[in-house]
């Protein structure tokens, strides 16, 4: 069955060390990988993307993600955390086994609490 | 600027009620979706629409309904609240094709079943 997983339920960093987040997930075929970030009491925002081509990808608020299919892993990196980067970040899966045509869900995470220390 | 909003963003009701949360969103977007998170749980689809008259059931979606009349609004309805339905509920958009996954979400309404 496709799943994701972050082994991870919480990771703390202090500030300004580098971070990462981890993702490893299980589908046929090619997979489409996503990190989301979710600030308190807010919806989630996306951040990155991997469809095809260079596996770093780079997204928004610095963060970036490496895909690296012998490990099936697309962890979430940034090479100076912030206090500000503190929230919960998810890592989803786009099911390619799932409805035809273009419109397959998403398979998500269970989520990674980060927290950065001043 | 487009949005997605939910409305409302808190609600508390009775066991056996029935709620509609609203979801609204400019971006013209044909795909619309709603999750629920729980702790522990994380996010899991209750139904989802890819345009108007399109509805599909999700993996939690006992005891919800929706239904699209239009591109920007797809409304949950819970029929007959119950206590197990108390959480966050999200409403997301996204456009067709390799996007698909990028998903726009609202701020969420937080449902409390008494």
């Known amino acids: 069955a496709q799943s994701v997983a972050q082994p991870e339920d919480q990771v703390n960093v202090a500030e300004g060390n580098p971070l990462t987040v981890k993702c490893t997930y299980s589908?046929?075929?090619?997979?489409?990988l996503f990190w989301y970030v979710q600030y308190p009491n807010r919806g989630l925002q996306f951040l990155l993307k991997?469809?095809?081509?260079d596996n770093l990808v780079k997204g928004s608020y610095g963060f970036e993600a490496e895909f690296n299919k012998s490990q099936t892993s697309f962890h979430l990196k940034k090479p100076s955390a912030l206090v500000s980067d503190s929230a919960l970040y998810f890592c989803?899966?786009?099911?390619?086994?799932?409805?035809?045509?273009?419109?397959?869900?998403?398979?998500w995470g269970l989520g990674t609490s980060l927290a950065v220390n001043p | 600027d487009a949005e997605i909003t939910q409305s409302p963003r808190h609600k508390i009701t009775e066991t056996g009620r029935q709620v509609t949360l609203a979801c609204h969103q400019t971006w013209n977007h044909n795909n619309m979706f709603w999750y629920r998170q729980d702790l522990g749980h994380g996010l899991r689809l209750i139904h989802y629409?890819?345009?108007?008259?399109?509805?599909n059931k999700g993996e939690v979606s006992d005891g919800y309904s929706v239904s699209r009349s239009n591109t920007e609004d797809l409304p949950l309805t819970l029929e007959s609240a119950a206590s197990s339905q108390t959480s966050v509920y999200f409403c997301?958009?996204?456009?067709?094709?390799?996007?698909?996954?990028?998903?726009?979400f609202g701020e969420g309404s937080r449902l409390t079943v008494l």
């Open positions: 997301a958009s996204s456009r067709t094709g390799l996007n698909t996954g990028e998903l726009f």
């Open positions: 989803a899966v786009r099911d390619p086994e799932g409805d035809a045509g273009n419109n397959r869900k998403l398979i």
């Open positions: 589908v046929s075929g090619n997979p489409y």
């Open positions: 629409s890819y345009g108007v008259q399109d509805t």
């Open positions: 991997y469809i095809t081509g």
